[in-house]
């Protein structure tokens, strides 16, 4: 129950984001990670010049029961990109990074529900494959922190003792390979 409220919220923050940035944005590109393609984490990315050399995105993913796994997943990730040459969309760059997490996993006897933020920067660079479509390979480290609760599958899920509300913080690496389609 509470995994569909958060998908709702996200949801409802992501097109409101996207259409307030699209009033302003001189070109608007679609996307997806290659490599969350490759885990059967289904996402899709929106990527708006909003200056000169700068750009905003926003990507949602999620997954549910991927390789017949019990592994419920979703999230989104917030961007902003200041390009190195001089054109939007092409070459160099370095980011900015945000990432909100909703999970659910059961691992052998084990079963963790929590959420995740992270934040991060990046480098990366973009191919101009051709007038519309780019390869993106952006690579950085981000700062997770997460807050879940764990269960024991064989005590009727009832809470640890002591993890009842684990928390922690983390430094994540973070690697995508992104297939760009330029809209305009």
């Not at 490759?38 to 929106?46: C, F, K, L, Q, S």
């Not at 922190?145 to 430094?171: C, F, P």
Request: hydrophobic share 45%.
């Amino acid at each position: 129950m509470v995994f569909h409220k958060v998908v709702k919220r996200i949801l409802f923050i992501a097109l409101t984001t996207i259409f307030c940035l699209q009033a302003n944005a001189q070109m608007v590109a679609v996307k997806t990670d290659l490599l969350k393609d490759a885990a059967m984490m289904p996402n899709a990315g929106i990527e708006l010049v909003v200056g000169e050399r700068h750009t905003m995105g926003l990507q949602l993913f999620g997954a549910i029961n991927p390789w017949g796994k019990d592994v419920g997943v979703i999230g989104v990730t917030p961007s902003f990109r200041y390009w190195l040459s001089g054109r939007t969309m092409s070459r160099l760059f370095v980011g900015v990074n945000g990432q909100a997490i909703n999970y659910d996993v059961k691992w052998g006897k084990d079963v963790y529900q929590g959420n995740a933020v992270a934040l991060g920067v990046s480098l990366g660079y973009a191919f101009n494959l051709s007038e519309r479509f780019n390869l993106e390979i952006e690579g950085g480290t981000q700062v997770m922190s997460y807050s879940q609760k764990e269960y024991r599958k064989g005590d009727n899920y009832d809470l640890y003792g002591e993890k009842a509300s684990a928390h922690g913080t983390i430094l994540f690496p973070r690697l995508e390979f992104s297939l760009v389609y330029v809209i305009r």
